[in-house]
């Protein structure tokens, strides 16, 4: 485990806009996620098949590791956006999960997230960096954030802090150096994950590692073809910023309702067995 000082607990204060945020103003790191970026996610998570395939199967390990039986469970979503995974959550376990609550360092997100959110879900602005909780949430969630962060094994410490004993955290995060592109460039993401990369940061983070598997391997070909593009480095700012916009729109209904099917197809089978490889990897870590 990590040996840090104990810091002490943030307290989170209700803003005129609804926003809980803490006595010491948030900064959003745009090197780390550009803000401008989140118009493009909000047109995607809910009718784009990555984002459809990605949150059928995290509900679906979300339930091995928390039946619905087991009764309500505090869970927050850290550095969740524009709230497309809380929503999804809150339609598809409804009641399932109280307190639920998104969090993110961008104000900007996170008003765009309150016309979408269920009545009830607070919003909190964090730092990743200096959250404050101690065993406070059930459950929390890491979904594609910390291949932006500089300090990932920060991240997960901070997550583990926040979790109550016994708590779980779920990460995903893109996987294998072998599928990088000019993609992970554009997005600002600073490295890929592998198994032993979730087994080595849940040892150091003082988090026990109860699975890891790689998924979005039915289309992890397609991916990689479509991704291959020479030059990109010598593209103008400019260019590649309408070259990632290009490459985050939803695709035509018959191509995206076909490229849904295949990716919903991983569930339950990518539960079932492991799958060797794929574009993407999920982490459940608990917290002793």
């Given amino acids: ?10 307290r989170y204060h209700r803003a005129e806009d609804g926003i809980l945020e803490p006595s010491t103003p948030v900064q959003h790191r745009d090197d780390e996620y550009p803000e401008d970026g989140f118009a493009t996610l909000w047109a995607m998570q809910e009718r784009h098949f990555w984002y459809r395939g990605r949150h059928r199967f995290l509900l679906r390990a979300l339930d091995r ?3 619905v039986s087991a009764g309500p469970l505090s869970a927050v979503d ?4 524009v709230g497309g995974w809380v929503r999804f959550l809150a339609d598809r376990r409804p009641g399932q999960y109280r307190p639920l609550a998104l969090a993110d360092s961008s ?7 309150g016309s979408v959110l269920p009545e009830g879900v607070e919003r909190y ?11 406070h949430w059930d459950v929390a969630f890491l979904l594609d954030v910390i291949e932006h962060l500089p300090d990932d094994l920060e991240a997960l410490c901070q997550a583990r802090d926040a979790l109550r004993p016994g708590g779980l955290l779920f990460v995903t995060t893109p996987a294998l150096r072998q599928f990088w592109s000019y993609n992970d460039d554009l997005a600002h993401h600073l490295r890929r994950y592998t198994r032993a990369d979730f087994a080595r940061l ?11 598997r790689y998924f979005m391997f039915f289309l992890s070909p397609l991916y990689y073809l479509a991704r291959r593009r020479p030059g990109i480095m010598r593209l ?3 260019q590649k910023r309408a070259l990632i916009i290009k490459s985050h729109r939803i695709p035509s209904p018959p191509i995206n309702a076909g490229l849904t099917f295949v990716f919903a197809s991983e569930t339950p089978v990518g539960h079932w067995i492991r799958f060797p490889f794929g574009t993407s990897i999920l982490g459940v870590f608990r917290k002793p």
């Fill in 125 to 135: 602005q964090i730092d990743l960096m200096n959250l404050g909780w101690r065993d």
């Fill in 1 to 10: 485990m990590l040996d840090r000082p104990v810091k002490d607990t943030v």
């Fill in 202 to 212: 849940g040892e150091q983070a003082g988090l026990a590692l109860c699975d890891a």
């Fill in 236 to 238: 103008s700012e400019d």
């Fill in 107 to 113: 104000r900007t997100a996170l008003r765009m997230a």
């Fill in 65 to 67: 590791h928390h039946p």
């Fill in 78 to 81: 850290l550095g969740g956006g």
